[in-house]
């Protein structure tokens, strides 16, 4: 039964990266700030001083010694960023961010089995950027899904192994909805990300057949990681559903859904879990006005049990807070206030999150 650890973007470029031993160029082109060492004073401005530099455990915080207490049998993230010193300015894009390659160990301190690259961020800074980022994590030890050098490697799923000696088979995919462009998709002999165009039937079925595909070719527990939807609001459109539900069919055990920056609704279907928005996780965000109400400062850490037929056994969140470019153990109003949040959001799918003695929450369902 293995337990798994998910979180949502974690995104370690920008003011991360410059507040870290080893930072970046911090040039930046968007419409809102020229310097990545901007973000670091808004940071300030809003929540007190970051020494620096700081270590490379410290955008983590508490949320390691949540991982060393909890020790799950593997950890999948969503790494929003590209790692990398080279490679030209997206065209595509007004946001882009970047981690310099030496600041890797901010990565490898938290030990992810399963880094998924299937984002609207991961070539923000071209091919090259994006080559650059596969070589430094693979040189880093890093397990990468949904992205490569080639459409295959790009969709290929990426297995690690369990303590149990099952496996894990990680299959990922960005969709256009989450603002990934289309010029991005990998193709035979270009670089990018698995990439579907969101509300297609054709685009449902064929990432149906790729989850097919993988339960035949590999044992162990299947997790489709998907970078889905908009980076704001409760809501989950009937294309999202739809999508969720025929990967499930196909064979998936868990669907890992992320882009919001704010929790989303949980479902149970056919007794599997689907998480349609698992909320940022690390980022430079603080002290930047707007969406107050989804309290995007609060930072879920998701923890699934799965029984050995990949039905959900248990869903519990940990919940941390962003404040001084870490992460803190959330106070208990704030952890009532989002399963509170996410309770109402479940309705429709009949999830509720309730408080646990211990200051965790946890989800329930209605069975199947």
């Known amino acids: 039964m293995p337990d798994l650890f998910l979180c949502g973007d974690v995104m370690t470029g920008r003011g991360i990266d410059q507040i870290l031993d080893r930072p970046g160029d911090p040039v930046l082109r968007e419409p809102y700030l020229c310097d990545a060492r901007d973000y670091v004073r808004l940071a300030e401005n809003a929540n007190g001083p970051v020494g620096l530099p700081v270590a490379d455990r410290w955008p983590w915080g508490d949320a390691l010694d949540v991982l060393d207490r909890l020790d799950p049998d593997a950890r999948i993230i969503n790494l929003e960023t590209a790692v990398t010193s080279h490679g030209e300015f997206s065209a595509a894009k007004d946001i882009h961010y970047r981690m310099n390659p030496a600041n890797v160990g901010c990565l490898t301190c938290a030990k992810p089995d399963v880094c998924v690259l299937a984002n609207n961020h991961v070539l923000d800074f071209g091919p090259s950027g994006l080559i650059e980022t596969l070589d430094a994590l693979e040189v880093a030890g890093l397990a990468t899904a949904g992205a490569g050098r080639v459409e295959a490697s790009a969709w290929s799923p990426v297995v690690a192994g369990l303590a149990d000696d099952g496996s894990l088979v990680v299959l990922a995919a960005g969709m256009s909805s989450s603002g990934i462009p289309p010029g991005w998709a990998a193709g035979q ?180």
């Open 189 to 368: 002999a270009r670089p990018g990300v698995a990439y579907l165009p969101a509300g297609s039937r054709a685009a449902r079925a064929g990432l149906a057949d790729r989850v097919r595909a993988a339960r035949q070719e590999h044992d162990g527990t299947l997790v489709v990681s998907l970078h889905t939807g908009p980076n704001w609001g409760y809501d989950v459109t009937a294309d999202e559903v739809a999508l969720a539900h025929a990967v499930i069919e196909a064979g998936a055990d868990l669907v890992h859904g992320h882009s919001s920056h704010h929790a989303r609704p949980v479902e149970v279907y056919r007794d599997k879990l689907i998480l349609y928005g698992c909320g940022d996780f690390i980022d430079d965000y603080e002290g930047i006005g707007g969406h107050q109400r989804y309290r995007a400062d609060l930072r879920p850490m998701w923890f699934a049990s799965l029984r050995s037929d990949g039905s959900l056994d248990q869903l519990r969140i940990v919940v941390m807070q962003a404040k001084q470019m870490r992460l803190w153990s959330a106070d208990a109003a704030d952890v009532s206030w989002l399963a509170g949040e996410l309770t109402r959001a479940g309705r429709p799918f009949g999830s509720a999150a309730e408080v646990s003695a211990d200051g965790t929450i946890t989800v329930r369902w209605r069975p199947a």
